[in-house]
């Protein structure tokens, strides 16, 4: 089984990767497996609601949306880890996931998820708030932690030393490590998914 993470900061090695890097290690001790995806610093498309989204992903095809959501489908599992610009996730991860979920949310179904904020001081909570809004239109469950999974620094590294941040990110692998290996006992016992109605979408004048 393996974890898709994704580093919503143009910085490689900054305290995003730090935490995320905290959470892969974890994994790997539960025996799962993990990558990191940077979503790097070249510019990122927004969507344009043009709606030719087809069963590649995204139309635009000049950014890493499409590669992203290919190593999605193979994926059990999920993190999103963004560091906080002006108390929100960064305009990168959020134009790279509308495009992800909009073009491919069926892929994410059932796989269960978590998100993670990186701050030097504020904005966190709003920032995983928001990230989180992602797995509930998705049918995904959410593994928590014993804080909300955010951390502090400033500095590429400074969120190493936040010890009650790293711990939350190691327990959050441990509860993410645990669901994936309860879904897959259940899918060998013959649990099946949940049959999802479709239909009814309506909007406030029809
Ligand atoms: C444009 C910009 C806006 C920022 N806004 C905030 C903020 O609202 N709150 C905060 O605590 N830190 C803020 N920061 C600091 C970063 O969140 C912090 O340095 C974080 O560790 C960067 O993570 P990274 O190394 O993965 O890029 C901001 C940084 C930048 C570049």
Not at 78 to 92: D, K, L, W
Not at 128 to 133: C, E, G, S
Request: hydrophobic share 35%; aromatic share 10%.
């Amino acid at each position: 089984m393996k974890v898709l993470m994704l580093n919503g900061s143009a910085k490689k090695e900054g305290n995003t990767y730090q935490s995320l890097l905290e959470v892969g290690k974890e994994l790997e001790r539960q025996g799962i497996e993990y990558e990191i995806f940077q979503i790097g610093s070249q510019p990122v498309r927004d969507c344009i609601g043009c709606g030719q989204c087809n069963e590649n992903g995204c139309v635009f095809a000049d950014d890493k949306v499409n590669e992203f959501v290919a190593k999605a489908k193979e994926a059990d599992g999920f993190v999103f880890g963004t560091p906080v610009y002006y108390a929100h996730p960064s305009g990168r991860i959020l134009s790279f996931l509308d495009r992800v979920f909009y073009s491919s949310g069926r892929a994410f179904a059932f796989k269960p998820a978590a998100s993670v904020a990186v701050a030097r001081r504020g904005g966190c909570s709003a920032s995983f708030d928001v990230l989180n809004k992602y797995y509930g239109i998705c049918q995904m469950p959410v593994a928590g932690s014993t804080y909300w999974n955010m951390v502090h620094g400033c500095e590429p590294g400074e969120v190493k030393m936040d010890a009650e941040g790293m711990q939350t990110m190691r327990n959050l692998a441990k509860n993410l490590a645990w669901m994936m290996k309860c879904f897959e006992a259940g899918k060998v016992a013959g649990v099946s998914l949940p049959e999802t109605e479709r239909g009814n979408q309506t909007n406030f004048i029809r």
